[in-house]
């Protein structure tokens, strides 16, 4: 018998249990004992459910028993940021001032719906306090740690996500994405990570940030666990009413399709310069792997990063007024004056902001006309430091904490389906992620590139050892 472990894929996972390999509830225990080994030097996990985990897989085993099918993910194992609601746990948000809010009553849709395919659920991890962050830094409940470097960040705000997938405590975990909140974490941490289209599924059940650009999306260690919990999640929600009303488009069936005749670039202008050397050197390595001998240029992306700050910052602040009255000394210091500055934007550029929010929407659509597929970086440089204030970049000194998404604000701030590749170079411990950005609602597009990746051994998403 196959001994159960949360270090492999969730697809090698679920054809374990449905062969018979081990239970359900045998890998639910190999999971808490990872979590017990290896997290409390990581600092992923906020919270275990670990009771409610047995629960699930006494009754997944007795369904498997009677020969029921039990589920596209059943017998795989996954964890959520700690801004997804979970029945009976308060949810965070990262923040200290949502420890006095009562215990969540519900689900939030998306657990649900992995929870419906035989996913189960090991519990919440840390993020950046309100989703404002980009290092996975969280002032009252510590860092969350790089699981292939303890002294390195794992990016943010979805950092104790990607800690817990590096270091094989679960398959599988949900992050969400406003800026760069999926793509930094795998680019940093070394995993495959989907930021769907945005609208494409429910975020109900899920506390907030900037909902004109809030996105939520799996990450793990290969395309193909993407896709399983993709579709998993995918269909209409009544409880989101800002929920893009689309039928689901199954992606795991096409995966295997491969390139075929896809057009693909490599994007330049903005996204080539401005970082490490290494990031473009692993980009100029994945579009070679691709074929992409063409490079397009997203116009005016500088003014799209600037557009995306002044926009988060107003809409974050209004969300979080009453808190920033009643209780600022309860805020991680660089989150608080952030919003605080949000809070001063004169309305006059945030219209200006949305009117060419527009304008760059439009023109970046219309680029897919002459490309499927746009290559580009997702960090300007590897995960730095725990702790490190700066970074010099093309021999600039620029502040950690703001620009380790200067490559992913401008894709998020219009919506853009992105999948994120973990790449290697020789000597480094640490990986770099690199964007595959396709036409909105071309998740399928992304994933199959993704795959070819994995498949030529470009994109590696190993178990932190």
Same mark, same amino acid.
């Given at each position: 018998?196959r001994?159960p472990?949360p +270090?492999? +894929?969730?697809? $090698?996972?679920?054809?374990g ?8 509830a045998? *890998?639910?225990e190999a999971?808490?004992a ?9 600092g992923?996990?906020?919270?275990? +459910? ?22 596209s ?9 700690n801004l ?9 948000? =990262? ?5 006095d ?11 649900t ?9 090991m519990?919440a991890l840390? *993020?950046?306090?309100y989703?404002y962050?980009?290092? =996975?830094e ?9 699981p !292939?470097?303890p002294?390195?960040m ?12 590096a270091?094989?405590?679960v ?6 994405d406003?800026?760069g909140?999926i793509r ?7 995993l495959?990570?989907?930021?769907p ?13 900037v909902?004109?650009?809030? !996105? ?7 395309p193909?666990?993407?896709?399983l919990?993709?579709?998993? *999640?995918?269909?209409e929600?009544?409880r989101?009413?800002m929920?893009a ?19 693909i670039?490599r994007?330049?202008g903005?996204?080539?310069r ?6 473009f ?5 994945v ?7 063409q490079?397009? $240029? ?15 910052m ?9 808190r920033?009255r *009643?209780?600022?000394a309860?805020?991680?210091?660089d989150?608080r004056?952030?919003?605080? @500055? ?24 219309k ?5 499927d597929?746009?290559?580009?970086p997702?960090?300007p440089c590897?995960?730095?430091?725990i702790?490190q204030?700066?970074v010099?970049?093309?021999?600039v000194e620029m502040a950690v904490?703001?620009?380790m ?12 389906p992105?999948?994120?590749?973990p ?5 480094e411990?640490?990986?770099? =992620?690199?964007?595959?950005?396709c @036409?909105?609602?071309r $998740?399928?597009?992304a ?5 070819d ?11 932190? +050892?």
């Open positions: 018998m001994a472990s +270090t492999s +894929t969730a697809v $090698e996972a679920v054809a249990f449905k062969a018979g390999a081990f239970t359900a045998q *890998m639910v999971s808490l990872r979590i017990a080994s290896h997290d409390p030097a990581l992923a996990f906020t919270c275990v +459910t670990a009771e409610r985990a047995r629960a699930q897989a006494a009754l997944l085993d007795a369904r498997h028993g009677r020969g029921e099918d039990c589920g993910l059943a017998g795989a194992v996954f964890a959520v940021k997804y609601d979970i029945a009976g746990e308060i949810t965070l948000a =990262g923040s200290r001032i949502n420890r809010h009562a215990p969540a009553k519900a689900d939030s849709s998306l657990i719906q992995l929870e419906s395919q035989g996913a189960i659920l519990g840390n *993020m950046g306090e989703a962050d980009f290092t =996975g969280n002032a009252h409940y510590g860092p969350s740690r790089n !292939h470097d002294a390195h794992t990016g943010g705000s979805s950092g104790g996500s990607g800690a817990a997938a270091a094989g405590l398959h599988l975990t949900l992050g969400s406003t800026n909140s930094v974490p795998s680019s940093f941490c070394g495959f990570g989907l930021k289209t945005y609208g494409r599924l429910s975020r109900a059940g899920t506390f907030p940030f909902s004109s650009f809030d !996105h939520l999306g799996p990450m793990g260690r290969s193909r666990d993407l896709a919990a993709y579709d998993a *999640m995918q269909g929600d009544a989101d009413p929920q009303k689309r039928a689901a488009q199954a992606v795991a069936p096409v995966l295997g399709e491969g390139l075929k005749s896809l057009r670039a994007a330049g903005y996204f080539a401005g970082a490490d050397s290494d990031v050197a692993v980009v100029d390595m579009a070679h792997a691709l074929g992409a001998e490079s397009v $240029e997203l116009p005016e992306a500088h003014r799209a990063r600037a557009a995306a700050y002044l926009i988060t107003a809409e974050g602040a209004s969300l979080h007024l009453d920033l *009643m209780r600022a309860d805020f991680d210091l989150v004056d952030r919003l605080f @500055a949000g809070a001063m934007v004169p309305g006059a550029w945030v219209v200006q902001a949305q009117k060419f929010r527009r304008w760059f929407h439009d023109a970046v659509v680029l897919f006309d002459e490309v597929v746009i290559v580009a997702a960090t590897r995960a730095p430091r702790g204030k700066t010099i970049i093309d021999g904490r703001p620009n998404g200067v490559f992913t604000q401008p894709i998020s701030f219009i919506g853009l992105v999948v994120t590749v790449t290697w170079t020789n000597g411990r640490l990986p770099l =992620g690199v964007q595959i950005i @036409a909105p609602w $998740e399928d597009i994933l199959r590139v993704a795959q990746l994995a498949i030529k051994g470009v994109a590696l998403a190993p178990v932190a +050892t």
